[in-house]
């Protein structure tokens, strides 16, 4: 009698473990920075770009452009390119960082949802709101009705 029951838990857990995995990708992020914080040239060199849940098959960093706005404001723009035949659901934030690196509490501190069709390149634009910003890192994750 306790057989059937130990077979049965030992099933469900297997198939849990499985489902797990399989959900895995969903929450991942992707990020976008500058190699360099303190890289100020127009277009700096950026990281390796990481995207979770299979967004590195579909999007592609064209370039990330930024300059300074009156006020010592930090301005950038990220060009991202949909290279499949679907249109791409995502989300994405920017966290501002200061010369030493450390996050900039910032009200644009929240996700904001971009739908990219096949083919097409969206821009990402945003200008610091305090001065002092150097740099910034942009994290790309699937919108969560995907």
């Known amino acids: 009698m306790i057989q059937p029951f130990i077979k049965m838990l030992f099933l469900s857990c297997v198939l849990g473990f499985f489902l797990m995995l399989s959900?895995?990708?969903?929450?991942?992020?992707?990020?976008?920075?500058?190699?360099?914080?303190?890289d100020t040239r127009a277009v700096p060199d950026i990281k390796k770009v990481e995207f979770g849940a299979g967004l590195e098959k579909?999007?592609?960093?064209?370039?990330?452009?930024?300059?300074?706005?009156?006020?010592?404001?930090?301005?950038?723009?990220?060009?991202?390119?949909?290279?499949?035949?679907?249109?791409?659901?995502?989300?994405?934030k920017l966290e501002w960082l200061d010369d030493d690196g450390f996050l900039v509490k910032d009200t644009s501190l929240v996700w904001k949802a971009l739908m990219v069709r096949p083919g097409e390149s969206q821009m990402i634009e945003s200008v610091s709101t305090r001065p002092g910003v150097s740099a910034f890192r942009l994290k790309i994750q699937p919108a969560k009705n995907q």
């Open 23 to 38: 959900c895995a990708d969903k929450g991942k992020v992707g990020t976008v920075s500058k190699k360099d914080p303190k």
């Open 58 to 92: 579909v999007l592609d960093v064209v370039r990330i452009t930024q300059g300074k706005k009156a006020g010592d404001l930090l301005h950038i723009q990220v060009e991202l390119k949909n290279t499949s035949s679907k249109e791409v659901n995502i989300t994405h």
